[in-house]
């Protein structure tokens, strides 16, 4: 018996067509008045910032890097440490600062550790802007702000470069290379895999470098893309275990000279294999939705810093037509307060007018007519449009959820069509995911 041949193009018209999403480097960036791109920051700061670091390195004097505790934060501060010593800086003069979990550096305690080790030259990257006093208490410091997180806020005094306004928004450690780069002939062959791995820490294991991204070739020709991936992976581990280990993490890049002696590295091996088990043991929690369905909402208790992958292997698996934001809130973390990380649902990336979080969380807390915005304090809301969290009172927490109206019937068409697979598959925590760092 013969088989009745199909019509495949028939079935291909009654199939939905995928949305395509574009890729993070298609954005059109911005133009100058002469119609020259500007990126990854402005020439004036770009400019800048290359004085400040080669005068530091001439002055021959204290020196303190305070990267962010990510591998973007990272190996943009190892980039850094490796131009200065290339530079002529002596080693010994160069120290480093991390914050400790749950803090920032802004506040009073970080800020007193900093100036105890008497810094002339205090060199912050990757640690998120705000206003503020001086990033140390001496008039005698220089400060350097190199940072690509939204924000036209800065602390006072500070020579600053942001890649915020300037899409595409480089990393940090991309922002940090192109920086570094013309600085000495050695930096590019011995950074662009510190360069790699902090951009596909924020963005993705599956970026497409295109301009005015840097060609990468020959990096991705001495270190395989996996070797660098793997090794992004090892080192974003450490900063999210109950022990906020960043430290081995900093030492495994600072001594490693390729991604490969990162990846036999004994502490960073355990510390994915504690962080594995967490993400499982919590990842399955399920979500309820605001009135409206724009968010979705997942309760965790952990003393890992679990929440950013929970909330990027929902965002990539659930599906409505309402949906927005996906928001895991882990009340464990820190004692008396709810960390919470937000990522754009997969499902809403090409959403026009694009869904920005930073905004979608204010306008939240603006339905409050009391002062829920002020008890929520500076660290609500940070971070990117479209990578968004914050560290706020574990009752501030409450009234923000009762304002979305989670749990309460929701509006008309708000919950159509929720889906989600049974099984979410792992996915890392990277701004790629988000809209294609927290």
Same mark, same amino acid.
């Given at each position: 018996?013969?088989?009745?041949?199909?019509? /495949?193009?028939?079935? /291909?018209?009654?199939? *939905?067509? +995928?949305?395509?999403?574009?890729?993070?480097?298609?954005?059109?960036?911005? !133009?100058?008045?002469?119609?020259?791109?500007?990126?990854?920051?402005?020439?004036?700061?770009? #400019?800048?910032?290359?004085?400040?670091?080669?005068?530091?390195?001439?002055?021959?004097?204290?020196?303190?890097?305070?990267?962010?505790?990510?591998?973007?934060?990272?190996?943009?501060?190892?980039?850094?440490?490796?131009?200065?010593?290339?530079?002529?800086?002596?080693?010994?003069?160069?120290?480093?600062?991390?914050?400790? +979990?749950?803090?920032?550096?802004?506040?009073?305690?970080?800020?007193?550790?900093?100036?105890?080790?008497?810094?002339?030259?205090?060199? @912050?990257?990757?640690?998120?802007?705000?206003?503020?006093?001086?990033?140390?208490?001496?008039? #005698?410091?220089?400060?350097?702000?190199?940072?690509?997180?939204?924000?036209?806020?800065?602390?006072?005094?500070?020579?600053?470069?942001?890649?915020?306004?300037?899409?595409?928004?480089?990393?940090? $450690?991309?922002?940090?290379?192109?920086?570094?780069?013309?600085? *000495?002939?050695?930096?590019?062959? +011995?950074?662009?895999?510190?360069?790699?791995?902090?951009?596909?820490?924020?963005?993705?294991?599956?970026?497409?470098?295109?301009?005015?991204?840097? #060609?990468?070739?020959?990096?991705?020709?001495?270190?395989?893309?996996?070797?660098?991936?793997?090794? @992004? /992976?090892?080192?974003?581990?450490?900063?999210?275990?109950?022990?906020?280990?960043?430290?081995?993490?900093?030492? $495994?890049?600072?001594?490693?000279?390729?991604?490969?002696?990162?990846?036999?590295?004994?502490?960073?091996?355990?510390?994915?294999?504690?962080?594995?088990?967490?993400?499982?043991?919590?990842?399955?929690?399920?979500?309820?939705?605001? !009135?409206?369905?724009?968010?979705? &909402?997942?309760?965790?208790?952990?003393?890992?810093?679990?929440?950013?992958? %929970?909330?990027?292997?929902?965002?990539?698996?659930?599906?409505?037509?309402?949906?927005?934001?996906?928001?895991?809130?882990?009340?464990?973390?820190?004692?008396?307060?709810?960390?919470?990380?937000?990522?754009?649902?997969?499902?809403?990336?090409?959403?026009?007018?694009?869904?920005? %979080?930073?905004? /979608?969380? +204010?306008?939240?807390?603006?339905?409050?007519?009391?002062?829920? @915005?002020?008890?929520?304090?500076?660290?609500?809301?940070?971070?990117?449009?479209?990578?968004?969290?914050?560290?706020?009172?574990?009752?501030?927490?409450?009234?923000?959820?009762?304002?979305?109206?989670?749990?309460?019937?929701? #509006?008309?068409?708000?919950?159509?069509? &929720?889906?989600?697979?049974?099984?979410?598959?792992?996915?890392?925590?990277?701004?790629?995911?988000?809209?294609?760092?927290?």
């Amino acid at each position: 018996m013969k088989r009745k041949a199909t019509d /495949s193009s028939a079935a /291909s018209k009654s199939k *939905h067509p +995928k949305e395509a999403i574009p890729d993070y480097c298609d954005v059109e960036p911005r !133009r100058d008045e002469r119609e020259g791109i500007i990126w990854p920051a402005p020439e004036k700061a770009v #400019d800048a910032a290359r004085e400040f670091l080669r005068k530091c390195a001439s002055a021959q004097q204290k020196t303190l890097i305070v990267p962010d505790k990510d591998a973007d934060g990272l190996d943009a501060g190892v980039i850094i440490h490796r131009t200065l010593t290339a530079l002529g800086l002596t080693p010994s003069l160069i120290d480093v600062h991390l914050v400790k +979990k749950g803090t920032n550096i802004h506040d009073e305690e970080e800020r007193a550790s900093m100036q105890a080790k008497d810094p002339k030259f205090v060199i @912050v990257v990757d640690q998120g802007s705000r206003s503020g006093p001086p990033v140390v208490d001496d008039q #005698d410091a220089q400060s350097l702000i190199i940072d690509h997180h939204l924000s036209d806020e800065f602390p006072k005094d500070a020579t600053v470069v942001s890649a915020c306004h300037y899409p595409p928004v480089a990393t940090s $450690a991309l922002l940090t290379y192109e920086i570094c780069k013309p600085l *000495h002939p050695d930096i590019a062959s +011995k950074c662009g895999y510190l360069c790699a791995m902090g951009t596909h820490g924020d963005l993705g294991t599956t970026l497409k470098w295109k301009p005015p991204f840097p #060609d990468m070739a020959e990096t991705f020709r001495l270190h395989s893309k996996k070797a660098i991936n793997d090794a @992004v /992976s090892l080192i974003n581990a450490p900063r999210r275990t109950a022990t906020f280990d960043v430290v081995s993490a900093w030492d $495994a890049l600072l001594h490693a000279h390729s991604p490969k002696e990162i990846l036999s590295n004994p502490r960073l091996l355990a510390a994915r294999a504690e962080i594995n088990a967490e993400v499982e043991r919590h990842t399955h929690t399920p979500p309820k939705f605001s !009135r409206d369905g724009k968010i979705a &909402v997942l309760r965790i208790h952990s003393a890992a810093q679990v929440h950013p992958v %929970i909330a990027t292997r929902w965002a990539g698996h659930l599906q409505s037509k309402a949906l927005e934001i996906v928001l895991v809130a882990n009340a464990g973390y820190i004692p008396g307060m709810v960390n919470f990380s937000c990522r754009i649902a997969r499902c809403a990336r090409n959403r026009d007018p694009p869904v920005n %979080i930073i905004a /979608s969380l +204010k306008a939240v807390a603006d339905r409050d007519t009391a002062d829920l @915005v002020r008890r929520m304090g500076e660290s609500f809301a940070r971070g990117h449009k479209e990578a968004s969290g914050g560290i706020v009172p574990a009752a501030e927490f409450e009234e923000l959820v009762a304002l979305m109206g989670v749990g309460k019937k929701p #509006d008309p068409g708000a919950g159509e069509a &929720v889906k989600a697979k049974k099984n979410p598959s792992p996915q890392k925590n990277n701004l790629m995911n988000y809209f294609a760092k927290g």
